[in-house]
Structure formats: structure tokens, C-alpha cells
């Protein structure tokens, strides 16, 4: 049973920073993918960073010169540095994780490979922490 516990969220004002945790436990995969994504009131969660094994990163444009993602392995703990932040940063953010490897969405007979930075992607989920930021 894979588990995803988050913490590091809170409320800061507008230009500074945080670090999100994300505790895993229970993880069987060699090779994985594991990210942060965040849904902010009224909007649909929308990925923000992934890294893989092998180190590869892949950052949302909106957070890619602010948010740094990470992970240590011997701790079984994924981390997001978020700098710089903005009141457009305000969400619950979520810790996600799935083997490494390619997965479709067919739709209509039609599928297509999915993103790494989407919802879809992801078999396993966190409960999520929430960040707020005041201009």
C-alpha cells in the first residue's frame, strides 16, 4: 500500500518562500515518477513539477525559474522549494507518485501517451497541504 503524506504548507506573503514535503512510504517501483501538482479554488488540479529516477525534471512554464523539485532518496521524501511566490500560488498542493513508463488515455478508439504533468498519469496520491499567499 502505497502512502503519501504531505507537509510544509502554510501562509506567506507575496515574494516568499516554502518547502512542501511529501513522505512516502510502501514504494515498490526501481523506476518512478513522482510530482507535485496543486487546484486552486474553482480549477482543476494542474501538475506543477515531476522528477523521475533517473533525475529528469519537468516544471509547469508558470513556476520554472521559482519551484525546484527534489527528492532524497534514503528519506523516502520528495521536496518542492517554491520561491518567489505569487498570490496565483494559492492552492492545495498534492504529492503524486506511479512507476515510470508510458501511459495512454484512449478515448473513442483514439489514445494518446499522457503527460507526465497530468492528473492522469498519477495511480497515487496524497491528501494534499495547502499554501496560501497574500499580495
Known amino acids: 500500500q502505497v502512502q503519501l503524506v504531505e507537509s510544509g504548507g502554510g501562509s506567506v506573503q507575496a515574494g516568499g518562500s516554502l518547502r512542501l514535503s511529501c513522505a512516502a512510504s510502501?514504494?515498490?517501483?526501481?523506476?518512478?515518477?513522482m510530482g507535485w501538482f496543486r487546484q486552486a479554488p474553482g480549477k482543476e488540479r494542474e501538475g506543477v513539477a515531476v522528477?523521475?529516477?533517473?533525475?529528469?525534471?519537468k516544471y509547469e512554464d508558470s513556476v520554472k525559474d521559482r519551484f525546484s523539485i527534489s527528492i532524497d532518496n534514503a528519506k523516502n521524501t520528495l521536496y518542492l522549494q517554491m520561491n518567489s511566490l505569487k498570490p496565483e500560488d494559492t492552492a492545495m498542493y498534492y504529492c503524486?507518485?506511479?512507476?515510470?513508463?508510458?501511459?495512454?488515455?484512449?478515448?473513442?478508439?483514439?489514445?494518446?501517451?499522457?503527460?507526465?504533468?497530468?492528473?492522469?498519469?498519477?495511480?497515487?496520491w496524497g491528501q494534499g497541504t495547502q499554501v496560501a499567499v497574500s499580495s
Open positions: 510502501g514504494y515498490r517501483y526501481e523506476s518512478y515518477l
Open positions: 522528477i523521475a529516477s533517473d533525475g529528469t525534471t
Open positions: 503524486a507518485a506511479d512507476s515510470l513508463g508510458i501511459r495512454t488515455h484512449c478515448s473513442g478508439g483514439n489514445c494518446r501517451k499522457l503527460d507526465v504533468l497530468e492528473v492522469a498519469r498519477f495511480e497515487f
